[in-house]
């Protein structure tokens, strides 16, 4: 393995997710977040890689099965999902920065774009290591379409599901984030399963599936934003 493998597989992960973040920012553009939070959630995102990868290793072999069958697919995406939510509850949600709903949203895709990043990384490393370049390039460029934006939307349903809640009890927020995450869950099982158990065929269904949700995603963060700025005055 060398530097120069590295470095690609370091910038193919990367920027994909660079993109994302940036076009995500510009939509809030008129209420920014500190930018030395917003990296921190990236980076918070990109160690919670690490932390899933044993759990998944763990889950398929305590499934005593060999292949990835749609229980392991259910269990990895919970497990993605809830160290996602967890990265940012520990680390971003409780800050005085996050202080008006649309931040919720905000900082739940950072998490899952930084998430999505180092997990880029690591399927760009094998084709790269094997010599196939035209192979890595076709791999990120499917996962920016697909897999990192799958990322965005199944953390979006945490990051709406706290936003709207935001005046409600403690116990509220806590059932309604308990909905968001269950529907993060279900998003992210059925676009692997598609993908992973069904084979290519799918795969169309799959990105239609995930578009679909991001652009009724988008547009309710533009509803979101509306009421919640709607009465107040720009002071950026």
Request: hydrophobic share 55%.
């Amino acid at each position: 393995m060398t530097a120069t493998t590295l470095g690609y597989a370091f910038l193919g992960g990367l920027l994909p997710s660079l993109i994302w973040l940036y076009f995500l920012l510009k939509e809030d553009a008129t209420h920014p977040e500190p930018k030395r939070l917003i990296a921190f959630a990236f980076i918070a995102g990109m160690a919670a890689v690490p932390l899933a990868l044993p759990l998944e290793q763990w889950s398929k072999a305590y499934l005593h099965t060999t292949n990835i069958d749609s229980s392991v697919v259910m269990i990895w995406a919970l497990v993605e999902e809830t160290l996602k939510y967890a990265m940012a509850a520990i680390f971003i949600l409780w800050r005085g920065a996050v202080d008006e709903a649309p931040d919720y949203v905000i900082y739940m895709l950072t998490v899952a774009l930084g998430f999505a990043a180092a997990e880029n990384m690591l399927f760009l490393l094998a084709p790269l290591l094997d010599g196939h370049i035209v192979t890595g390039v076709f791999t990120g460029n499917i996962r920016f379409l697909g897999s990192t934006l799958l990322h965005v939307v199944a953390s979006a349903s945490v990051g709406f599901a706290l936003a709207f809640s935001a005046n409600k009890t403690p116990f509220k927020r806590m059932a309604t984030a308990a909905l968001g995450l269950i529907l993060a869950v279900a998003l992210h099982t059925a676009f692997n399963t598609l993908i992973i158990t069904q084979g290519t065929s799918s795969t169309l269904i799959a990105f239609f599936l995930v578009w679909t949700v991001a652009v009724a995603f988008f547009a309710a963060f533009e509803v979101l934003k509306y009421f919640q700025y709607r009465t107040r005055p720009n002071t950026y």
